[in-house]
Structures are given as structure tokens and as C-alpha cells.
């Protein structure tokens, strides 16, 4: 009974299914026509509805509406497709109105679903995908830069759409190239985007095109040199699907095609994929109609007869094209039931999101070796790029590119130039071409161009201007003007940087620091009948004599008091010795105050003291004279005790620098003082109607001026001269009365010669010298590479050296700083004569130590400090008794006997009864 039953059941299914049709729509351009329709026609055996199948001419679109119309009419209830993804928007545009299911074989654009294409199911998952697995890709092989092309249709554009998104927010790869390409395979011109990736050195590149496209594109890029060792291509799955299409007529591809990079939807090709290869080969088809999307297809045809058991209720589809926006009744029970089947086909497991996206998408990684693609590598939605193999490259390297160029090899550039001297000297006798350029950037240029191995031509604007923006128009003149036409490559000169050129061009590394600066021939200047004070402030002339007077008086001291000076020696034998003549004189010097006399005997000390030969006793006169000789730089005299001698030789070591550099400094005064100009600073123009000034027009100081944020600087612009060239400008500042501002470094090689040209002020409105280049040049990051290397070389340097001999303009405000020396320069020489001083005076008790001592040691009884104290005892007796006195008395050795007392110093004899010591 329940065998009847099941059996009753299966007929039922069978009638209903042999009334049920499904739409198979395939264009007669396809290049796997027959072969989709012989796997087609196979696939329908082992299917009990009706698959009816309907060609198209993919060139006219009334052929394809029409098809389309004509498998609406014939009451098919689910129709597959396979064709690109333009085409299938059009065709589900007519399906999901009239609410049948339309099953996508290759479409893969991310954006076909939507509300108005609720019935589109698509067969492989979203470009969006492929996206993340080929940035992944690039992440993986660490580039950095990558051109994108692709063609000008929903596949071409949306199916990188995600790529250009992941790219853009990752700051460590750049895009250099996103070229767009009409999608008209037959017509479109491919040498010029080419030769665009070639321009901008990027090595790494995504083609996204169809997959005959493609092939075109692959062969133009061949013979621009484009597919070399240390280029990739990466192509997507409409060419990775459908390796035929790269093979020529013979079936063998061309061998430049090994190394390509594909990807494409990833085929589980398991016993089941064996069998049903085996099963049609046997029934008569051919191995090579077997492909991704004739597999996909045959999948498709099965999913669908899986799909219709599902449906519980006879299916009838009984719309046409005309029947309005209200569509098949059953179209949306289909639907679900589609949605919510899963299948086992040859492909791997298929089922389908709710937007008819196809589950769990993942991708394999192929690289084209031997005539096909092999799978390197594995992509999934859940783990990501997995590397199985090792990649190979184009002429059939391992090594994996760097994406980066190291070289300009074959490359001709073309720069932009002026003459300027000492950057650029442009000649015409005898030469031509390069030869006649000569300079500091031209011996900047041959290097780079021997080192990046490029070939260059120089080339001069019209109006031979660096380049400014003429504010009516909003053109750029000059050098600027010329690489904004794409007239130039690059500009080679000093061209100064500034934020108006940065908006429209990119300047390379700087190679020189400038800024601006004033000139002016200078005028006579008064004559000053004091020049001979003009060498120092009158504060260190003040010090100079503090100093003179402070030395006076110690050397003055140290010479009286010393223990080995004459009067020193003097003032202790009187007060010491004990002699028998000595003892009885000083009583008798107290009366009459008169002078002892010892005898050569040396009883008496003060014989001794005589006969030592002792220089003369240095009274306050005698050192007076002895210090000034060496204000002039002319020592006499000389003193016995070290200490006194220490100060002189620091004195005379203190008053020959100064000497030297008062020497230098007037030298100086007297050279430059006979040019003057009453201008400090270049605004003081504004306040004096003596010098007229100006720039050059169209130049970049002009332009600095114009913009300052001061408005005293845009008054120096707007009230100016503007000069029509440098030499203009050099010789109106040469006749006078007339102050030009200009770039420094130009001023220095012009006028630095020019003894009377001076700068008025200092430097100012710093900026930087520069290569120019356009927007996003694909040599700028060599060219900085370059200059920078230069800069630390010391290359820049001695280049500056060779062609200038490191000129500078004269500075009046800075020369006269140099010519009048403060007390901040000559502070370390006071600092010396300040140590030397301290250290003289040290020595001054030094010697009282030593000589104390020696007594101690030769005289019983007496201890050193009662020794030390005794000498110092003296000294001060000696100075009160002096201040005391007002007459003073000299000892002199050679008056007579009986006239001592008479030549005795009234302070000193006063003094020796009181200080003598009854013991000794």
C-alpha cells in the first residue's frame, strides 16, 4: 500500500517536473558557445524538467531583450545565465520584475543585487571578495605601490572598488595609477595608459578586464618593456577562469605570460568533479569544454532541479514581458525555496545568502607557469591568504620583486632651465645641446644622470622666468608654467620654495638653505677725528685703565715689601740685626733720627743687604713708569722676588693681547669705515625718500613680499621697481641710490666682489632651494634620495666652493659689530689678568713662608710663626710710622758713614727701637 503510494508520488513529481521549464540564455559570442551547450544538453539528462535553451547576439541589445522575452514566453521558471556582468544586470533588470529567479553564472559585480533585483542569485561571491584576497596579496609580498587597471564597466569598475578602498586606508600602499579603460575591446587606444604605468615607475599592477581585453592589454605592456623580472601582474577571474583566451591560434601561449598572478573562485574538484568528467567524455564531450564556468553551469542546472523538489505546489509561470510591475505568483515560493537549498555539486557545497550571494566564498592564488595556472595559494573570508607554494615571477625568478625602482635606465627627461649664474651659465659659442650649459645644478644634474643612468635635455621657457601666477588670468608663467603643460619633466635650477608653487607643483629635498636680503652700494662717510679710540666700547677702554692703576699699586706694594726685595731686605736688617754699631746707632737714631751704616764685614745686615746687589727699591713712581711701558707694548725693569715678576709677565701677557687684538680692530675700523649707508634695516625704505628699491618681476622674492603677513613687506613690493632681469638689477645697484632685494646666495656671486655693495640689515624670510616637479612625479623620490645624499657628502658644499670661492656680500650692521669690541669679547682676558693677579699674590706669601722658615731653622729660639709674624709685625709698623711722615728719606749706600741717620726714612728709624727684639 505505502509502495503504491510512493510510487503514485514519484509519477506525479515526474509529470509535473517534465511540464516544468528552465530558462538557459547564453550569448553566440561567448568563445565556450558550444561547449556550454553541449554540457548543457548533458546536464538536462540527468534532470526531469525542461531546459530551454536560447542564443543571443551579445552586440545588439534588442537580441539579448529579446531572448530574454522569449524564455519569459515560453513559461520558464527559473532562468540561468552565464555572460558578464553588464549583460546580466540588463537581463535581470526583465527577470526580477516579473519575479522569476535568475541565476548568475559568472557575474560577480558586488553591486548587481539590489531592491529592484531581488531574484538574482549568483553562482560565484561578490568581487568584493576578490578585493580581499588581492589586498591581502600585496600586503603579503610587503609592496608598497600599485596601479590599478580596469575597464570602463560594472565589472571593470566595481569589481575594484573594495581593492581601492582597502588600498586608500592603508597608508603604507599607494595607489599611483587608477586608469580606466573604455570597455570597447575592438576601438579602445591601450598604448597611452600604458605608457602612463611605465612613466610613473610603479611595478606592481592590477588589470581587471575581460578576459579577450585583457589579452590585448598583456601583449601592449610586453612590448613596452612592462612584464620584465621586476614588474607583476596581477589578473582577476575573468581572465584567470579563462586561460584560453590568452593562447594564440596554434593553443600554446606566448612565453611572456609566464609568471602572471591570477585569481579566481576556488573549484573543490573531488570524486564527485572525477566522475562527472569521466561521464561526459564517455558520452562523446570534449576534456577542454570543461572550464570554471561550463563546471559552474552544470552545477547550476543541478542546484536548480534540487531547488524545484522543494516546492510542494505545480509550478506554472503564465507571464510575459508585457505583463506589468505585478510579476509570476510563484515567482517568490521559488525563490525561497532556491534560498534555502543546499547542494553538493562538482564545484563544492552551494547555498545562498538571503541577498543571493553565494556562502562561505574563498578563492585560489594561481600562478601561470607552462602553458597554464597553477594553485600557489588559498584565500577564505575566515583565515585569509595561505601561501602553498612558491610563487614565480615574470622570466621565471623566485626572487620576489620589490615593487621599487632603483634606477632611471632609459629614461629621458626632460629640464626645465635659465640661466643663472652661479646654478645655471648658458653659452653659445661652440656648442650645442647640454654642452652649452655649465653651473652648479648642471654638475648636480650629470651626476644624477650618472648615477640613475637617465638621459636629460635642457629646456628654457619662452619668457626665460623661474615662473609666478599672474592673478587676472590665474596662468603660470615662466619654468613653472611650461611643467604644469607637460612641457618639462623637471625643473633644475635654484628654485626657491614658497606655498603658492607648492598648490600646484611638488619640490624635491632641498639642496640649500636661502633667504632674502638688501643690498645697496654704499656712500662717504664722516670722518671721525677719534677713529684711533673706535677699536673698543669706552667701557673696556675704562677697565683697561681700572686695571692699570689696581697693578700699579700691587706691583708697587710687592716690590717695597718683599722679602726679596731691596727695601724689604732693608726695612728687616735695620729692625734685626745686632751688631755692636747697629745696637748703639739705634738708640742715637731715636734722638737725632738719622741712618746706621754697617760695615763690608757684613757685621751689620744693612752691609750684607748692600752688597747682595739688590735691584733698585720700586717706589710707587718707579712702578708707575714700569706698568705704563707695557700699555704700549714695551717692558723695562724688573723686580728680584717671584711674585712681583708672576704679576709683570701676566701684565705684559694681558696687554699684548689686548695690544693685538686693538691692532686688528683699528686695521678693520680704518678699511670699512670710509663707506657708510644710513639704512639699518630694509624697512627703514619706507621712511626716507633717499634710495629708491625694487625686485625682479615674476621671481620668488616678489611673490614673498606680496603674500607677507607684515604689511610694511607687502609695501616694499606694491611701492617698488620691478626689474626686468638680474643683470638689469646688478647694474642699477651699482650706480647708486638704489637698494635691490633679492635672494641671498645670487647676491653673494654677484655683487660679493663688489667691496662697496653692502647688505642693509640682515637675512631675512628663510626658505630652501629645490628641484620642481609635478604632482605625485614618479621621480620625486629620487631625486630627494639624491639630493640628500649630496647634502651630507658635502657635495652641495663644494660645489657652492667651486663656483663662487664661497662669496658673501659685505654687511655694514655686522662689520660693525666686529670693529668695536665690547667687554663681553674681552672678558677672558680680564679673567686672566684677574687670575694671574691671585695667583701673583699666593706667590707673595709663599715667600714670606719660605724665608720664615729659614730663620726658624738657622736662629735658636725662634719658632716659624713667631718669625712669619715678626715680618709682618714690621711691614704694618712701617706703614703706620710712614702715614705718619710727611718727609721721606732714601737709603742710600754710598753717602758716607756720618751721614747715614741723614738718608734713613724718618718712618723706618722711628720705628726700630720699639720693633727690636732684646732677645736677639
Known amino acids: 500500500m505505502y509502495l503504491y503510494k510512493l510510487l503514485s508520488f514519484l509519477c506525479a513529481l515526474t509529470l509535473s517536473f517534465s511540464k516544468t521549464k528552465v530558462g538557459f540564455l547564453i550569448s553566440k559570442q561567448d568563445r565556450y558557445n558550444n561547449a556550454l551547450k553541449s554540457l548543457s544538453s548533458y546536464a538536462a539528462q540527468n534532470v526531469s524538467y525542461t531546459l530551454v535553451t536560447v542564443e543571443y547576439d551579445d552586440t545588439e541589445l534588442q537580441s539579448m531583450i529579446e531572448a530574454c522575452c522569449q524564455l519569459v514566453t515560453e513559461g520558464v521558471s527559473v532562468v540561468i545565465t552565464k555572460g558578464d556582468s553588464p549583460n546580466t544586470a540588463i537581463q535581470s533588470d526583465i527577470f526580477s520584475p516579473l519575479k522569476i529567479p535568475h541565476i548568475a553564472v559568472s557575474a560577480t559585480d558586488p553591486f548587481l543585487w539590489n531592491k529592484n533585483r531581488e531574484y538574482i542569485i549568483r553562482m560565484l561571491a561578490s568581487d568584493f571578495y576578490q578585493s580581499e584576497a588581492i589586498y591581502d596579496l600585496i600586503k603579503y609580498y610587503n609592496w608598497h605601490e600599485v596601479s590599478i587597471l580596469a575597464t570602463a564597466d560594472s565589472y571593470g569598475l566595481n569589481g575594484i572598488v573594495k581593492l581601492e578602498n582597502l588600498l586608500i586606508t592603508d597608508s603604507s600602499v599607494r595607489i599611483k595609477d587608477m586608469i580606466v579603460l573604455s570597455a570597447d575591446n575592438t576601438t579602445t587606444e591601450i598604448s597611452g595608459p600604458l605608457s602612463e604605468i611605465r612613466h610613473s615607475l610603479v611595478k606592481i599592477i592590477v588589470l581587471n578586464a575581460a578576459a579577450e581585453f585583457g589579452k590585448r592589454v598583456l601583449e601592449k605592456a610586453h612590448e613596452l618593456g612592462l612584464m620584465g623580472p621586476e614588474y607583476v601582474w596581477i589578473v582577476t577571474d575573468a581572465i584567470a577562469t579563462q586561460p584560453q583566451y590568452l593562447a594564440e591560434d596554434s593553443g600554446n601561449c606566448l612565453s611572456f605570460y609566464e609568471g602572471l598572478i591570477g585569481i579566481k573562485s576556488a573549484q573543490i574538484k573531488g570524486n564527485k568533479y572525477k566522475k562527472y568528467k569521466d561521464s561526459y567524455i564517455l558520452n562523446g564531450g570534449k576534456v577542454e569544454d570543461l ?14 532541479y534540487e531547488a524545484l523538489i522543494g516546492v510542494s505546489e505545480d509550478i506554472t509561470q503564465d507571464v510575459d514581458c508585457s505583463s506589468g510591475s505585478e510579476g509570476w505568483n510563484q515567482g517568490k515560493t521559488v525563490l525561497d525555496s532556491i534560498l534555502q537549498t543546499r547542494y553538493t555539486g562538482i564545484s563544492g557545497g552551494i547555498n545562498f545568502t538571503i541577498n ?16 597554464k595556472f597553477t594553485t600557489v595559494g588559498t584565500w577564505t573570508n575566515s583565515s585569509g591568504l595561505q601561501m602553498t607554494e612558491e610563487m614565480q615571477f615574470f622570466e621565471g625568478t623566485n626572487l620576489v620583486p620589490t615593487g621599487v625602482t632603483k634606477n632611471l635606465v632609459d629614461r629621458h627627461l626632460r629640464l626645465g632651465t635659465v640661466e643663472e649664474k652661479p646654478f645655471m651659465f648658458h653659452s653659445t659659442k661652440e656648442c650645442e645641446g647640454n654642452a652649452c650649459w655649465s653651473g652648479m645644478v648642471n654638475d648636480m644634474v650629470v651626476r644624477l644622470a650618472e648615477e640613475l643612468f637617465f638621459t636629460y635635455e635642457y629646456i628654457s621657457p619662452a619668457d626665460l622666468k623661474f615662473g609666478a601666477k599672474n592673478e587676472t588670468t590665474k596662468e603660470w608663467n615662466g619654468m613653472i608654467g611650461d611643467l604644469l603643460a607637460d612641457k618639462t619633466d623637471i625643473i633644475a635650477i635654484d628654485l626657491s620654495t614658497n606655498s603658492a608653487r607648492k598648490t600646484v607643483i611638488d619640490f624635491s629635498f632641498g639642496f640649500m638653505d636661502a633667504g632674502l636680503r638688501a643690498v645697496v652700494k654704499g656712500e662717504s662717510k664722516t670722518s671721525n677725528k677719534y677713529f684711533f679710540l673706535s677699536p673698543f666700547d669706552p667701557l673696556v677702554w675704562s677697565m683697561i685703565l681700572l686695571s692699570y692703576f689696581i697693578l700699579v699699586a700691587l706691583i708697587s706694594c710687592i716690590g717695597k715689601f718683599s722679602p726679596y726685595s731691596k727695601y724689604g731686605t732693608k ?7 745686632s751688631c755692636n754699631q747697629c745696637t748703639g746707632q739705634r738708640s742715637e737714631m731715636k734722638k737725632r733720627r738719622c741712618s746706621i751704616h754697617g760695615n763690608k764685614l757684613y757685621v751689620c745686615l744693612i752691609d750684607k743687604a748692600e752688597e747682595e746687589g ?23 725693569g724688573a723686580l728680584p722676588s717671584i711674585s712681583g715678576r708672576f704679576l709683570l709677565i701676566i701684565w705684559w701677557t694681558f696687554m699684548l693681547v689686548v695690544t693685538s687684538m686693538y691692532t686688528a680692530n683699528l686695521t678693520a675700523s680704518l678699511t670699512l669705515s670710509n663707506l657708510d649707508t644710513s639704512l639699518n634695516t630694509v624697512l627703514d625704505l619706507l621712511a626716507q625718500d633717499t634710495y629708491e628699491w625694487g625686485v625682479i618681476g615674476s621671481r620668488h622674492p616678489e611673490t614673498l613680499l606680496k603674500t607677507h603677513m607684515d604689511s610694511r613687506y607687502n609695501r616694499l613690493a606694491h611701492e617698488g621697481i620691478t626689474l626686468q632681469g638680474l643683470n638689469d638689477a646688478v647694474d642699477t645697484v651699482r650706480q647708486g641710490n638704489f637698494v635691490f632685494i633679492d635672494e641671498s646666495p645670487v647676491l653673494a656671486y654677484n655683487l660679493g666682489g663688489d667691496c662697496d655693495i653692502f647688505s642693509v640689515g640682515e637675512e631675512f624670510q628663510s626658505f630652501a632651494y629645490a628641484f620642481g616637479l609635478p604632482k605625485e612625479s614618479p621621480y620625486k623620490t629620487f631625486i630627494d634620495t639624491y639630493l640628500l645624499k649630496f647634502r651630507e657628502e658635502g657635495f652641495i658644499d663644494s660645489l657652492w666652493e667651486k663656483w663662487t670661492g664661497g662669496a658673501t656680500v659685505c654687511s655694514t650692521s655686522v662689520m660693525a659689530e666686529k670693529v ?23 706667590l707673595f706669601l709663599v715667600e714670606f713662608v719660605y724665608v720664615s722658615v729659614n730663620e726658624a731653622m738657622q736662629i735658636n729660639g725662634l719658632t716659624f710663626m713667631k718669625a712669619l709674624k715678626r715680618r709682618f709685625r714690621f711691614i704694618w709698623n712701617d706703614l703706620s710710622n710712614r702715614r705718619k711722615s710727611r718727609n721721606k728719606i732714601n737709603i742710600n749706600r754710598d753717602v758716607e758713614l756720618g751721614t747715614i741717620a741723614e738718608n ?8 726700630i727701637a720699639e720693633n727690636y727684639d732684646d732677645g736677639l
Request: proline fraction near 1%; charged fraction near 15%; hydrophobic fraction near 40%.
Open 291 to 304: 572550464t570554471s564556468y561550463t563546471d559552474l553551469t552544470y552545477d547550476a542546472i543541478g542546484f536548480v
Open 356 to 371: 543571493g550571494e553565494r556562502n562561505e566564498p574563498s578563492y585560489e592564488i594561481l600562478n601561470f607557469v607552462d602553458d
Open 571 to 577: 726695612l728687616y736688617a735695620v729692625k734685626t740685626c
Open 614 to 636: 739688590r735691584s733698585e727699591e720700586s717706589s710707587f713712581n718707579s712702578s708707575l713708569w714700569m706698568m705704563a711701558t707695557g700699555l704700549v707694548g714695551y717692558a723695562i
Open 820 to 842: 668695536t669690541l665690547n667687554l663681553d669679547t674681552l672678558a677672558g682676558v680680564f679673567y686672566l689678568l684677574s687670575a694671574g693677579v691671585a695667583i701673583s699674590f699666593i
Open 904 to 911: 734713613y726714612d724718618d718712618g723706618l728709624l722711628g720705628t
